[in-house]
């Protein structure tokens, strides 16, 4: 067990919907990374949040957004969803935003098919 | 348990011999690396790590070798055991975040 906590594992959800993942840091960690993975494109950094704000944004589409709550867990909503959105999306979380020893510590992912 | 799936290089090695996974990166800028494993159904984990001002680091059975004139990253497993098969992920720091390779699997042979 990472430390970093994940929900749900799996979900199954049809196109044009919308869904809500949830990632709880590791106890102390003040930042949180959201990243997907899907098969042809590896790891991609979505977006970073520390300490309930937004510090950088990657390649995320307009129609995800994502928040950080005052008890430092994260939400990342997808909505109209498409059948390309199907990935595993993992959560990371670091002590501080400048935090360049030991990297992160990932969640185990949820995994997002859209049929 | 899910398996990540991803259409990626493969490297077979024989259990007990030697490994080498080697990744290029992109940012010679980059100060820090990192190299990760993500097992089938688990997120990627730390393995080890260089800074840009070393050219080796060795951990457990883990070697990181870093050349920057050629943007080069290298991992050496020595005497791989099952246990190790797994995709294996290079990161650099870019600004505040990681990027991550496209990640090699590395299958072990009884």
């Known amino acids: 067990d990472s430390g970093v906590t994940q929900t749900p594992k799996h979900l199954i959800t049809a196109t044009g919907q919308r869904v809500t993942l949830r990632c709880s840091p590791r106890?102390?960690?003040?930042?949180v990374y959201w990243y997907q993975q899907s098969l042809d494109q590896g790891l991609q950094f979505l977006i970073h949040y520390y300490n309930g704000e937004e510090r950088a944004k990657g390649n995320i589409l307009e129609r995800f957004s994502a928040q950080q709550f005052p008890d430092l867990h994260s939400e990342l909503n997808l909505s109209s969803l498409e059948l390309g959105d199907s990935a595993l999306y993992f959560c990371a979380s670091s002590v501080g935003v400048h935090e360049q020893r030991n990297g992160y510590t990932f969640g185990s992912g949820t995994r997002l098919t859209v049929v | 348990g899910e398996s990540v799936g991803l259409h990626l290089p493969t490297l077979s090695v024989q259990e007990g011999d030697n490994s080498i996974i080697n990744c290029a990166y992109s940012n010679s800028a980059s100060d820090y690396f990192i190299w990760y494993k993500q097992e089938s159904g688990k997120g990627p984990q730390f393995i080890i790590d260089i800074r840009s001002n070393m050219d080796k680091r060795q951990g457990q059975r883990v070697t990181v070798l870093l050349n920057k004139t050629v943007k080069h990253l290298s991992l050496q497993i020595a005497a791989t055991q099952p246990g190790d098969s797994a995709v294996y992920f290079c990161?650099?720091?870019?600004?505040?975040?990681?990027?991550f390779g496209p990640g090699t699997r590395l299958s072990v042979l009884p």
């Open positions: 990161a650099e720091t870019v600004g505040q975040n990681f990027v």
């Open positions: 106890s102390g960690d003040l930042s």
